[in-house]
């Protein structure tokens, strides 16, 4: 059994900047991919971006490229998506997620572990 807990939602004004953590426990993840998704008020779920296991690879949508960036602490199972100059679209709970092949995908259905989620606001 994995679990997967995310940290560092909240309030933030538009400009400002957040970082989420993600902490994995109960097995060892440091050969998944992890992967972060969102899901705003009304809308589906979507992918934000993932990291490799080794962390040499990482991938952006096109949303959040060049403002948001995800790293990843072996030592700590622990995956991090630092996000910049965030806007009020960016309000939307977020989600961590493990994907066994280490490759990394930006499609949910790739992704066997998730964690509840955190929720981040951005106000105009």
């Known amino acids: 059994q994995g679990q997967l807990v995310e940290s560092g939602g909240g309030l933030v004004q538009a400009g400002g900047s957040l970082r989420l953590a993600c902490a994995a426990s109960?097995?060892?993840?440091?050969?998944?991919?992890r992967g972060w998704f969102r899901q705003a008020p009304g809308k589906e779920r979507e992918f934000v971006a993932y990291i490799t296991w080794r962390g040499r690879s990482t991938y952006y949508a096109d949303s959040v490229k060049g403002r948001f960036t995800i790293s990843r602490d072996h030592a700590k199972n622990t995956v991090y998506l630092q996000m910049n100059s965030l806007k009020p679209e960016d309000t939307a709970i977020y989600y961590c997620?493990?994907?066994?092949?280490?490759?990394?995908?930006?499609?949910?259905?790739?992704?066997?572990?998730w964690g509840q989620g955190t929720q981040v606001t951005v106000s105009s």
């Open positions: 997620a493990a994907e066994s092949s280490g490759l990394g995908s930006g499609a949910q259905s790739d992704y066997g572990y």
């Open positions: 109960g097995r060892d993840f440091s050969d998944y991919a």
